[in-house]
Every structure is written in structure tokens, then in C-alpha cells.
């Protein structure tokens, strides 16, 4: 039995979803700048894309920016805003866990005279919003903060920190990629004045996504081309894309309310078997303020690379959260940034369930978890400290 709980990282794309893409694949194949028909049918399925993604979101459609996904609306988000700013105005404020798309692009500007502050983030994965009040400067033009972590799951104060951005007048970017589908929200109620979606996180094509710019928003673009997108993002639309993400959107929307109960249901027997069955487990990030398809797990004295490799042979798909660049595995940013120890972060697992889990999965990963920690622990020496402290 294979059993994929590792749906935030992408989700396979929903049979309604393909069937409303396949024919701008085939025969409307047209670009949807040109005048002739085959142009014009192309163009009015983007058009009703825009609205799917805008209603999902409570956004207009001419908010509505498609982008190639999550990391371009990311980048578009925090390099737009910026160079459209005033000189004067050279400081961003973002948190110490947000997705690389976000924290890279804020590095990159550091070396452009731009100021950036990383605001700490609880042992809970909550970020504090008076953490946010205290990094503002008069010259603050940017607050970028997630609404879903993506490995700990957690739920950020959105509502409050838009806002602390209002009052100071700084714009207000929230990556929503992990939040859309997951939970209900409208951009005027969140109080953001950009915010990033992706279309392969929602069971819809990957290298699609979209970024929702409220109106009055200065934004630069980032790529220099045709007049697409209202002059914020040029490039012959991806139609086939566009229209996935379009249909994902109103899946998503339709979904939202059998989807959550019932996933959380199984996250829990999941997480809460674990920590019955397994010694030495603890949960990262607040409990009650996660999205419903995740938990984030430390298993001391296991490597969560060997986990995850271990898992995958008895059929269990999950993530470690670890990146391994240059042949070393580098523990998780975010769990770092929540205080875990290197050690710790490097024997967490990430489960993330979605729409075509069952009891029937969830029995499985029960079974086959529990042996396979203990036989990594078994051949793992014990690490330094905890033999000192005997
Ligand atoms: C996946 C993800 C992204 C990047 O989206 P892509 O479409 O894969 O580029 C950005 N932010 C978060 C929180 C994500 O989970």
C-alpha cells in the first residue's frame, strides 16, 4: 500500500481539474492575446479564472495577478513593492520562518541598501504581533508575514498584524500558498494588501499560481515584456494553467467544508497513536492553532532523513523538512527558528494529509511507523548528552 501524506508539498491534481485544462492543451489552443476566436475563447477562460481565484479570496478580479506560482508571487510581492516605493522608504519587515521564496528574496535585498528585519517566532511557530510593532520604522514600506507555515502548520495572528501594518502605513504581504483550501478567509478580513497563492498546493498544475494586488497598490513588476496581466506581469499567458488554478480554486471553496473536519479527525488519530505507541515524540508548534492537515513531529534519536527513507520502503511518503544541499543535510530553517536544537530539528517529521486520505491510510502509517523508529533508534548511538545525564 502506498499512502502520501506529504500533500504540502504538492497534491496531484484533481480529475476535474485536468478535465478543464485538457482542452487548452488540444484544440483552444489559442494565445489569449490574439484578436481571431480561437484568441478570444482562450482569453474568456482566463477571464473566468480571474473570477474563480478572486471569489475564492474575496478579491476583485483586476487584483487578481497570475504568476508562474507560489515563488513568483512571492518575489513579485516583495521586489514590487519595493521598487515602487519612495526612496526614503527602505525597510521590510518579514519572520524567521517564512518560505524560502520569501526570506531569499528579502535576503537578495539586503545587498540592494535595503534594511531588513527577521522577527523571532515563538516556541509555539506564532509569531508575535507586538514582535512586529516593535520592528517598525518611519521608512517600514513592506510587512511580509505567512498565513500557514508550511512544516509546523501553524496559523499566524494575520488579522491582528494587518492591523499594526495599516496604522503605520507599511503594505502588507501574506504568503497564503499553505492556508488556501485549508482555511476560510477573504483578503479584506485578513487586512492584507498582497497576498500569494499557488495552484499545486490546491490540487491544481504546478507553475501556476497568482498573487492578489489590492487595488491602489504600488507594484513594479519583475519582468519586462508585453502589456499581460495589466502591466505587472508580461509573458503569453499558461491558459492550460490559468484555467487549473481556476478550478482548483472553486473545488477548493466547494471542499473546504467536508474537507476540514474530516481531515483533522485523521490528523489527530495519527499524531495522538504516535505519541501513545512511540517514546520520546513531542509536537512542534501550538496544537490548537495549526491548519488541519499537519503535524509536525521530533522523534529524539532518529534521523529524520533516515525516516523518511525508512518510511518510503514500507510505503509511507512524508517529508523531514530537512534540505540536503552540498551532501550535508541541513536541519530546517523553521524549526531552528522556533528553538529547536540542530538535533532536534534533524529528527522531525512532517505529515500532511489531504483530500484523498482515508482511516484506511491512516491505519497503514499507524502500523508501520512505531517499528520503524525503533529500529533506527536501536542502531543510532546514544547522543553524548543523555548518557552524561545518567
Ligand atoms: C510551496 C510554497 C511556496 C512556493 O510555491 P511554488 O508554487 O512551489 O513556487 C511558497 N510558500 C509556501 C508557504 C509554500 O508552501
Do not use: W
Not at 103 to 128: E, K, S, W
Not at 242 to 260: F, R, S, T, Y
Not at 305 to 319: F, K, R, T, Y
Amino acid at each position: 500500500m502506498r499512502v502520501y501524506l506529504d500533500y504540502n508539498a504538492t497534491t496531484p491534481v484533481d480529475p476535474a481539474v485536468l478535465a478543464a485544462m485538457l482542452p487548452y492543451l488540444a484544440q483552444d489552443f489559442g494565445n489569449a492575446s490574439s484578436i481571431h476566436s480561437a484568441g478570444q475563447r482562450a482569453r474568456a477562460a482566463v477571464d473566468r479564472a480571474r473570477d474563480s481565484v478572486g471569489k475564492l479570496i474575496g478579491a476583485a478580479p483586476s487584483e487578481i495577478v497570475f504568476t508562474s506560482g507560489g515563488t513568483e508571487a512571492d518575489n513579485l510581492a516583495v521586489f514590487g513593492v519595493v521598487a515602487a516605493a519612495p526612496q526614503s522608504r527602505k525597510h521590510i519587515i518579514t519572520t524567521a520562518f517564512e518560505h524560502h521564496a520569501v526570506l531569499n528574496a528579502c535576503q537578495a535585498l539586503l545587498t540592494h541598501g535595503i534594511d531588513v528585519t527577521f522577527v523571532p517566532v515563538g516556541r509555539d511557530g506564532i509569531v508575535d504581533p507586538e514582535d512586529v510593532r516593535r520592528a517598525l520604522r518611519p521608512e517600514t514600506v513592506l510587512i511580509s508575514v505567512m498565513h500557514a507555515n508550511n512544516e509546523l502548520g501553524t496559523i499566524q495572528p494575520i488579522e491582528e498584524i494587518g492591523r499594526i501594518a495599516a496604522e503605520a502605513d507599511a503594505f502588507f504581504h501574506c504568503d497564503a500558498v499553505q492556508s488556501v483550501g485549508k482555511l476560510s478567509f477573504d483578503v479584506n478580513q485578513l487586512g492584507v494588501d498582497l497576498l500569494s497563492i499557488s495552484a499545486h498546493k490546491i490540487y491544481g498544475p504546478k507553475g501556476a499560481g497568482a498573487l492578489y494586488v489590492r487595488s491602489g497598490t504600488p507594484l513594479e513588476p519583475r519582468l519586462f515584456g508585453g502589456h499581460h496581466e495589466r502591466d505587472r506581469r508580461p509573458g503569453t499567458e499558461n491558459v492550460p494553467g490559468i484555467v487549473g488554478l481556476g478550478k482548483a480554486a472553486e473545488l477548493a471553496g466547494a471542499h473546504l467544508n467536508d474537507d476540514a473536519p474530516r481531515i483533522v479527525a485523521l490528523r489527530n488519530r495519527l499524531e495522538e497513536t504516535i505519541l501513545e505507541e512511540v517514546p520520546s515524540v513531542r509536537v512542534n508548534g501550538a496544537r490548537n492553532r495549526r491548519v488541519p492537515n499537519t503535524t509536525n513531529l521530533s522523534f529524539e534519536r532518529a534521523g529524520g532523513e533516515a525516516l523518511v527513507i525508512a518510511l518510503d520502503l514500507q510505503g509511507v511518503a512524508c517529508s523531514s523538512g530537512a534540505a540536503c544541499s552540498s551532501g550535508a543535510v541541513e536541519p530546517s530553517h523553521a524549526l531552528l527558528a522556533i528553538g529547536l536544537s540542530p538535533d532536534d530539528a534533524r529528527s522531525s517529521l512532517r505529515f500532511s494529509l489531504g483530500r484523498a486520505t482515508g482511516p484506511q491510510e491512516i491505519d497503514h502509517a499507524i502500523r508501520v511507523i512505531p517499528p520503524v523508529v525503533e529500529r533506527l533508534r536501536s542502531l543510532s548511538p546514544r547522543p553524548p548528552d543523555s548518557v552524561a545525564a545518567q
